[in-house]
């Protein structure tokens, strides 16, 4: 297998995928066998890519598709980072493919067909933008991601999804044409190519100005990395069904944007232009900000989709924060961060779906004492949170910690603080869902009885999110194959400390 | 004061130009409007008539005798060759230059193709509304806007 | 090239003549024909075979250089001459084909718009107005530009206030049109007779060679650039003389208002590219000055100003005029830069421009034709009622945002690119703010037709009520070209910069020495 033949069918494997699923869309089990199929093909394509472009800084596989008006290409490049992406992103879709069937049979949702076809080009727009070679690319497949989740956002129809979906769209458009277009059109005037290089691509002596205002372009316009206040989208998507949220809000399209901000960071500014420009310094205190606001919002959300929505705009803000930073160990804590927190977040949110389709609740205050009976979930809950929160031997605690040496490398002790609050109160508000599961007592022992009975029809739900804890945990001991493999992301002359 | 005379035509031409400017911008009558465009027209007609007028030139007439000496108008081919010779060789003879009368006979029928469209609108306007002033004018489509507005 | 032996020889010698010709006999015709159907044959036949003659000439100019063209055998300077170069041959072709595409939209909404007894005289009033636009185009003679001006001016007044027996705005409005265009064309005849008045010609290429011995320090010639500049301002609704085209685009006749917003301003800026570049020389300071300080200048100030005005508009027509008045805003500042790259990304925008904003006021007009929809608020539901035109407004939609992918991205990257070569950085800024503000116009559209239910009478919602074919293939047509040439680019680029390659050769110096054999007329034809 050449490795340009691998890197166009992870976009085409998803892609024919969204074109079989309506054909056989009548038969339910072949309809799922096909995304299954496709889910396990499209991780088998990935883990040889992400194998090869590991082997050697020189296997960049690199496929020019077309020329695109006034000099823009479309063409792909997979890198280490991307690679990472496109790994989460396979890998938990082949798990989520699992728990949506589960979940969507066991809810009798509607419009199945149509769901996984969504489901199918948004992951295969994922791919194209973790295997994009420039910025247009990467925002023409960004667009596309924005518009075939659409639909899933909305998949209840009813006037709270439609609602929730127009905020999901219009925040996302707006600030994808209104900020992020226009700093990549001046990107590519100012410095005549929008490609990504290692150190970036702006000329020494470039103007700090200049790249302080396309900093902030940037940083607000890819909307997707939800900063504040960028961030209402989020908290209105979780109108979604619950895999969509596990899927799309915890990996792929918040994924997509940050790991977009990573890549303009490290690849478009260089770290040694971003740390000479005042902007970023700025947008750090910006990234602080959303720690610490969306936890505090968080604590206060009764609705456990909301607090994990919350959750995860201030987890998401860790990654920019490592972006801005810009030294070594802070852009690979922020890498780190966006494979541990993927498996960490959609535990939390299998979990959250898990436990409405046994019990249809959605309340944190209706949760007490269900541990009981629901002990796999609840467990695996319980790992997930302590990964989130960054408790060793969780994988979470190796961004926290890279993260830490980061801001302390570039000189900002405050940053330590906000660091070691955000975990605080990351304890606050994910042990007590766990603990009200384990430790109350049940509000009506005799339905909980009789809810927990039937778990034994949805034995389907808890699998996933089992797995996926497993895999939280796990990481914590691969942490040097990673950080090795994420390395070459950087300038040579910056590899030395780690 | 001899530079006012030496470009006498020009002040007619700015007065008459100024005053159908004014009366296009003052005026809210629709007639009124279309007056102070004709006259705003006519001076232009006027501007190019009075600089074709060469000092001591004759009128642009070829007499029988010169056409019959340069061989007439019949081929249309030959005929910008003999314009052309008429111009350079005869250099005596100072004729007034002929263009501008042309131009401006154009200039004169599109001034009345534009004044007999803008009547035919008075009169429609008249018909739809009642009236040729143009603030009871706005002060219908505003009407109509509200209406519009809460269809 | 292979398509060019397609074409027979009499196109590529007499085209010039002929596109013009054909439909101002054929326009006077139909006037009297009894048949409405006929006419509007007559009209698309017409159109198209202008369109066919058009592409031969462009592809001749492509491949063998400009064609010249006396009227009548008469030899330029003294005779009219028709020519037809790199620079105007594309928009020769461009409102050719608009009119084609446009009057296969015409057939269903002109009867849903115009009284019968008018409908003969509506085509050939287009077919005038058509004309007069071709000719404004094609024409070298700087007097015959006035004349066919006048023609389509006024052809264009009885077009826009036939839209009276829909909205009897359209009265006061075109009424006011004329007025605005009148003194505009007076103007640009004062500017003319000043030019004549100092070099005694009025053919284009022998004006340019006479000023060039006349020199920039004549008061005379400056006064007759600033009187040409404000007459065609007027006509290409520069910001602020723009106040007649919202009202008159908006409650013109639909089909026409998409002709006329696609096309017309557009003669007009190829007008001022025209004796701005060729006949004057751009070189000359007061000439710098005015496409610096007051093309540019106005030019940044319409895309800011008519895109806020767009936002706050309730019709939708109105939003895409104000929007059209912002659009020649951009062509103007690419105008203004007067470098090659600032004139290809100009250029290009008249081109990207008129396909993208014929689509959007097509689609307008098949909103009123099925449910009488004139308001931005009354467009909920569309997307569900009527999918597949507003799935075509959408497209053009986008393209007058600039997404990628789109006509309207490819000019405003070329834009962006120039003003960066001329170190115009904060005329980046302002085409990025006037996109946001695009984004806030036609977002509100767009939401509304997607986002807001449909509309209930007597509690059950409107029914799905497609607009008929013969307006949906227009519409889609343009819709497509604004993909197909947002995707692939590179033929309106490289016509873009053949026409800047004949700006930037400044001052047309050909005199009648040097001017290419006359071709031989035929003993009927001709005067």
Same mark, same amino acid.
């Given at each position: 297998?050449?490795?340009?033949?691998?890197?166009?069918?992870?976009?085409?494997?998803? *892609?024919?995928?969204?074109?079989?699923?309506?054909?056989?869309?009548?038969?339910?089990?072949?309809?799922? *066998?096909?995304?299954?199929?496709?889910?396990?093909?499209?991780?088998?394509?990935?883990?040889?890519?992400?194998?090869?472009?590991?082997?050697?800084?020189?296997?960049? %596989?690199?496929?020019?598709?077309?020329?695109?008006?006034?000099?823009?290409?479309?063409?792909?490049?997979?890198?280490?980072?991307?690679?990472?992406?496109?790994?989460?992103?396979?890998?938990?879709?082949?798990?989520?493919?699992?728990?949506?069937?589960?979940?969507?049979?066991?809810?009798?949702?509607?419009?199945?067909?149509?769901?996984? !076809?969504?489901?199918?080009?948004?992951?295969?727009?994922?791919?194209?933008?973790?295997?994009?070679?420039?910025?247009?690319?990467?925002?023409?497949?960004?667009? !596309?991601?924005?518009?075939?989740?659409?639909?899933?956002?909305?998949?209840?129809?009813?006037?709270?999804?439609?609602?929730?979906?127009?905020?999901?769209?219009? !925040?996302?458009?707006?600030?994808?044409?209104?900020?992020?277009? %226009?700093?990549?059109?001046?990107?590519?005037?100012?410095?005549?190519?929008?490609?990504?290089?290692?150190?970036?691509?702006?000329?020494?002596?470039?103007?700090?100005?200049?790249?302080?205002?396309?900093?902030?372009?940037?940083?607000?316009?890819?909307?997707?990395?939800?900063?504040?206040?960028?961030?209402?989208?989020?908290?209105?998507?979780?109108?979604? %069904?619950?895999?969509?949220?596990?899927?799309?809000?915890?990996?792929?399209?918040?994924?997509?944007?940050?790991?977009?901000?990573?890549?303009?960071?490290?690849?478009?500014?260089?770290?040694?232009?971003?740390?000479?420009?005042?902007?970023?310094?700025?947008?750090?205190?910006?990234?602080?900000?959303?720690?610490?606001? *969306?936890?505090?919002?968080?604590?206060?959300?009764?609705?456990?989709?909301?607090?994990?929505?919350?959750?995860?705009?201030?987890?998401?803000?860790?990654?920019?924060?490592?972006?801005?930073?810009?030294?070594?160990?802070?852009?690979?804590?922020?890498?780190?961060?966006?494979?541990?927190? *993927?498996?960490?977040?959609?535990?939390?949110?299998?979990?959250?779906?898990?436990?409405?389709?046994?019990?249809?609740?959605?309340?944190?205050?209706?949760?007490?004492?269900?541990?009981?009976?629901?002990?796999?979930?609840?467990?695996?809950?319980?790992?997930?949170?302590?990964?989130?929160?960054?408790?060793?031997?969780?994988?979470?605690?190796?961004?926290?910690?890279?993260?830490?040496?980061?801001?302390?490398?570039?000189?900002?002790?405050?940053?330590?603080?906000?660091?070691?609050?955000?975990?605080?109160?990351?304890?606050?508000?994910?042990?007590?869902?766990?603990?009200?599961?384990?430790?109350?007592? %049940?509000?009506?022992?005799?339905?909980?009885?009789?809810?927990?009975?039937?778990?034994?029809?949805?034995?389907?739900?808890?699998?996933?999110?089992?797995?996926?804890?497993?895999?939280?945990?796990?990481?914590?001991?691969?942490?040097?194959?990673?950080?090795?493999?994420?390395?070459?992301?950087?300038?040579?002359?910056?590899?030395?400390?780690? | 004061?001899?530079?006012?005379?030496?470009?006498?035509?020009?002040?007619?031409?700015?007065?008459?130009?100024?005053?159908?400017?004014?009366?296009?911008?003052?005026?809210?009558?629709?007639?009124?409007?279309?007056?102070?465009?004709?006259?705003?027209?006519?001076?232009?007609?006027?501007? @190019?008539?009075?600089?074709?007028?060469?000092?001591?030139?004759?009128?642009?007439?070829?007499?029988?005798?010169?056409?019959?000496?340069?061989?007439?108008?019949?081929?249309?081919?030959?005929?910008?060759?003999?314009?052309?010779?008429?111009?350079?060789?005869?250099?005596?003879?100072?004729?007034?230059?002929?263009?501008?009368?042309?131009?401006?006979?154009?200039?004169?029928?599109?001034?009345?193709?534009?004044?007999?469209?803008?009547?035919?609108?008075?009169?429609?306007?008249?018909?739809?509304?009642?009236?040729?002033?143009?603030?009871?004018?706005?002060? @219908?489509? @505003?009407?109509?806007?509200?209406?519009?507005?809460?269809? | 090239?292979?398509?060019?032996?397609?074409?027979?020889? $009499?196109?590529?010698?007499?085209?010039?003549?002929?596109?013009?010709?054909?439909?101002?006999?054929?326009?006077?015709?139909?006037?009297?024909?009894?048949?409405?159907?006929?006419? $509007?044959?007559?009209?698309?036949?017409?159109?198209?075979?202008?369109?066919?003659?058009?592409?031969?000439?462009?592809?001749?100019?492509?491949?063998?250089?400009?064609?010249?063209?006396?009227?009548?055998?008469?030899?330029?300077?003294?005779?009219?001459?028709?020519?037809?170069?790199?620079?105007?041959?594309?928009?020769?072709?461009?409102?050719?084909?608009?009119?084609?595409?446009?009057?296969?939209?015409?057939?269903?909404?002109?009867?849903?718009?115009?009284?019968?007894?008018?409908?003969?005289?509506?085509?050939?009033?287009?077919?005038?107005?058509?004309?007069?636009?071709?000719?404004?185009?094609?024409?070298?003679?700087?007097?015959?530009?006035?004349?066919?001006?006048?023609?389509?001016?006024?052809?264009?007044?009885?077009?826009?206030?036939?839209?009276?027996?829909?909205?009897?705005?359209?009265?006061?409005?075109?009424?006011?049109?004329?007025?605005?265009?009148?003194?505009?064309?007076?103007?640009?005849?004062?500017?003319?007779?000043?030019?004549?008045?100092?070099?005694?010609?009025?053919?284009?290429?022998?004006?340019?060679?006479?000023?060039?011995?006349?020199?920039?320090?004549?008061?005379?010639?400056?006064?007759?650039?600033?009187?040409?500049?404000?007459?065609?301002?007027?006509?290409?609704?520069?910001?602020?003389?723009?106040?007649?085209?919202?009202?008159?685009?908006?409650?013109?006749?639909?089909?026409?208002?998409?002709?006329?917003?696609?096309?017309?301003?557009?003669?007009?800026?190829?007008?001022?590219?025209?004796?701005?570049?060729?006949?004057?020389?751009?070189?000359?300071?007061?000439?710098?000055?005015?496409?610096?300080?007051?093309?540019?200048?106005?030019?940044?100030?319409?895309?800011?100003?008519?895109?806020?005005?767009?936002?706050?508009?309730?019709?939708?027509?109105?939003?895409?005029?104000?929007?059209?008045?912002?659009?020649?805003?951009?062509?103007?500042?690419?105008?203004?830069?007067?470098?090659?790259?600032?004139?290809?990304?100009?250029?290009?925008?008249?081109?990207?421009?008129?396909?993208?904003?014929?689509?959007?006021?097509?689609?307008?007009?098949?909103?009123?034709?099925?449910?009488?929809?004139?308001?931005?608020?009354?467009?909920?539901?569309?997307?569900?009622?009527?999918?597949?035109?507003?799935?075509?407004?959408?497209?053009?939609?986008?393209?007058?945002?600039?997404?990628?992918?789109?006509?309207?991205?490819?000019?405003?990257?070329?834009?962006?690119?120039?003003?960066?070569?001329?170190?115009?950085?904060?005329?980046?800024?302002?085409?990025?703010?006037?996109?946001?503000?695009?984004?806030?116009?036609?977002?509100?559209?767009?939401?509304?037709?997607?986002?807001?239910?449909?509309?209930?009478?007597?509690?059950?919602?409107?029914?799905?009520?497609?607009?008929?074919?013969?307006?949906?293939?227009?519409?889609?047509?343009?819709?497509?070209?604004?993909?197909?040439?947002?995707?692939?680019?590179?033929?309106?680029?490289?016509?873009?910069?053949?026409?800047?390659?004949?700006?930037?050769?400044?001052?047309?110096?050909?005199?009648?020495?040097?001017?290419?054999?006359?071709?031989?007329?035929?003993?009927?034809?001709?005067?």
């Amino acid at each position: 297998m050449t490795a340009q033949l691998a890197l166009i069918l992870i976009l085409l494997i998803p *892609a024919a995928a969204a074109v079989l699923i309506p054909v056989v869309g009548n038969k339910p089990n072949v309809r799922e *066998a096909v995304s299954i199929l496709a889910g396990v093909l499209l991780l088998g394509v990935v883990v040889w890519l992400v194998h090869h472009v590991g082997l050697s800084p020189d296997n960049r %596989p690199e496929l020019f598709l077309i020329e695109f008006a006034g000099g823009f290409e479309l063409k792909l490049k997979l890198e280490p980072l991307g690679a990472v992406f496109a790994a989460i992103a396979s890998s938990l879709w082949l798990v989520n493919t699992v728990f949506t069937i589960g979940y969507m049979r066991g809810n009798k949702e509607k419009n199945q067909t149509r769901f996984y !076809i969504c489901v199918a080009i948004a992951i295969s727009a994922v791919m194209g933008i973790a295997s994009s070679a420039n910025l247009i690319t990467l925002f023409v497949f960004y667009e !596309i991601l924005t518009l075939s989740t659409f639909p899933l956002v909305t998949h209840k129809g009813d006037a709270k999804a439609k609602k929730g979906g127009r905020i999901y769209l219009m !925040i996302l458009m707006a600030t994808s044409l209104g900020l992020l277009l %226009p700093a990549i059109i001046v990107t590519h005037v100012l410095a005549g190519t929008t490609d990504f290089q290692v150190g970036g691509i702006f000329p020494a002596g470039f103007s700090t100005f200049a790249a302080s205002i396309l900093l902030f372009l940037f940083a607000f316009g890819i909307g997707k990395a939800a900063l504040m206040p960028i961030h209402p989208w989020l908290p209105n998507a979780m109108v979604a %069904p619950t895999p969509v949220s596990a899927l799309l809000h915890a990996v792929a399209v918040v994924k997509a944007g940050v790991f977009t901000m990573l890549k303009v960071t490290v690849y478009i500014f260089g770290p040694d232009l971003m740390g000479e420009t005042p902007a970023s310094t700025v947008l750090v205190w910006v990234a602080a900000l959303t720690i610490v606001l *969306a936890s505090i919002i968080a604590l206060r959300k009764d609705n456990l989709k909301a607090r994990l929505a919350y959750s995860t705009i201030s987890q998401l803000a860790y990654i920019t924060l490592g972006a801005m930073l810009a030294t070594s160990f802070a852009i690979v804590g922020g890498g780190l961060q966006i494979i541990m927190h *993927a498996w960490g977040k959609i535990t939390l949110f299998m979990c959250a779906g898990a436990i409405y389709t046994v019990v249809h609740r959605t309340e944190i205050s209706s949760l007490n004492g269900l541990g009981r009976s629901m002990p796999w979930v609840f467990g695996a809950f319980l790992v997930g949170a302590l990964s989130i929160i960054g408790v060793p031997p969780m994988g979470g605690s190796w961004p926290k910690f890279f993260l830490m040496m980061g801001a302390l490398d570039a000189g900002q002790q405050a940053i330590l603080w906000v660091l070691i609050l955000s975990s605080l109160l990351n304890v606050a508000y994910l042990i007590p869902v766990a603990a009200r599961g384990f430790l109350l007592k %049940p509000d009506n022992p005799r339905s909980d009885a009789q809810i927990a009975a039937q778990l034994k029809k949805h034995r389907f739900v808890r699998f996933a999110p089992v797995f996926t804890a497993a895999g939280a945990f796990v990481l914590f001991f691969f942490i040097g194959p990673l950080v090795d493999y994420l390395k070459p992301i950087l300038p040579a002359h910056m590899t030395g400390g780690l | 004061m001899t530079m006012v005379f030496e470009h006498f035509n020009f002040a007619v031409v700015i007065v008459l130009m100024m005053t159908g400017l004014f009366a296009v911008f003052a005026s809210h009558n629709m007639i009124k409007k279309l007056v102070g465009l004709s006259v705003f027209q006519t001076s232009v007609f006027l501007l @190019y008539i009075s600089i074709s007028k060469v000092t001591g030139g004759r009128p642009p007439v070829l007499s029988k005798k010169e056409l019959h000496g340069y061989g007439g108008y019949d081929k249309a081919g030959d005929g910008a060759d003999a314009a052309y010779k008429t111009v350079s060789e005869t250099a005596e003879i100072i004729y007034s230059n002929p263009l501008p009368h042309v131009l401006i006979l154009t200039a004169i029928v599109v001034g009345v193709a534009t004044l007999a469209i803008g009547l035919a609108l008075v009169v429609r306007t008249r018909e739809e509304y009642g009236s040729i002033e143009e603030d009871e004018i706005d002060a @219908y489509n @505003y009407q109509d806007n509200l209406e519009g507005a809460s269809r | 090239m292979d398509l060019l032996s397609l074409f027979p020889e $009499w196109v590529l010698v007499h085209g010039p003549a002929a596109i013009v010709v054909l439909p101002l006999m054929v326009g006077a015709l139909i006037a009297l024909s009894p048949s409405e159907k006929l006419s $509007w044959a007559t009209t698309w036949f017409v159109t198209g075979l202008s369109g066919l003659m058009s592409l031969g000439l462009l592809l001749q100019v492509i491949s063998h250089g400009p064609i010249a063209y006396a009227m009548g055998g008469w030899k330029p300077p003294l005779g009219i001459a028709y020519s037809v170069d790199g620079l105007n041959a594309p928009i020769l072709l461009l409102i050719s084909v608009i009119a084609f595409v446009c009057t296969v939209y015409a057939l269903p909404s002109v009867i849903a718009e115009v009284e019968p007894e008018k409908r003969s005289p509506f085509y050939a009033a287009f077919l005038l107005s058509f004309a007069g636009l071709m000719g404004m185009v094609v024409t070298a003679d700087a007097f015959n530009v006035c004349v066919f001006l006048e023609v389509s001016s006024i052809s264009t007044y009885a077009l826009v206030a036939m839209g009276s027996s829909r909205d009897r705005r359209a009265l006061p409005s075109s009424f006011n049109y004329l007025i605005m265009g009148s003194i505009g064309a007076t103007f640009f005849v004062i500017g003319i007779g000043f030019l004549y008045m100092q070099t005694g010609t009025l053919n284009m290429m022998d004006m340019a060679r006479v000023l060039q011995d006349i020199g920039p320090g004549d008061r005379v010639v400056q006064l007759a650039f600033a009187f040409i500049v404000i007459g065609l301002g007027l006509k290409l609704a520069m910001f602020p003389l723009h106040t007649w085209l919202p009202t008159a685009y908006a409650y013109a006749p639909s089909f026409f208002t998409a002709f006329l917003a696609a096309t017309a301003t557009k003669a007009a800026l190829y007008l001022l590219l025209r004796f701005t570049f060729t006949v004057f020389d751009p070189s000359w300071h007061f000439i710098s000055n005015a496409l610096m300080v007051i093309i540019a200048g106005l030019g940044i100030l319409g895309m800011l100003a008519a895109s806020l005005q767009a936002i706050f508009q309730s019709d939708i027509r109105r939003v895409l005029a104000f929007s059209s008045v912002a659009q020649v805003g951009y062509i103007l500042l690419g105008i203004g830069m007067a470098t090659t790259l600032g004139l290809t990304a100009g250029y290009l925008h008249i081109l990207n421009h008129a396909i993208m904003k014929g689509a959007l006021f097509l689609a307008v007009g098949a909103f009123w034709y099925r449910f009488g929809i004139t308001k931005v608020s009354d467009m909920r539901g569309l997307g569900t009622t009527m999918p597949w035109t507003m799935a075509g407004f959408t497209v053009a939609g986008l393209s007058l945002i600039g997404v990628p992918g789109t006509v309207g991205f490819v000019s405003k990257l070329a834009l962006a690119q120039a003003a960066a070569e001329n170190g115009w950085w904060w005329a980046i800024g302002v085409i990025v703010l006037s996109s946001v503000l695009a984004i806030v116009y036609v977002g509100r559209m767009i939401e509304q037709a997607y986002f807001q239910p449909v509309p209930k009478i007597n509690d059950k919602y409107i029914k799905r009520n497609e607009a008929p074919l013969t307006m949906l293939i227009p519409l889609w047509t343009l819709a497509l070209a604004s993909v197909a040439f947002g995707i692939d680019s590179h033929w309106p680029t490289s016509l873009a910069q053949g026409a800047a390659q004949v700006l930037g050769d400044g001052p047309i110096l050909l005199v009648r020495e040097t001017m290419p054999a006359i071709p031989a007329i035929p003993s009927t034809g001709g005067h």
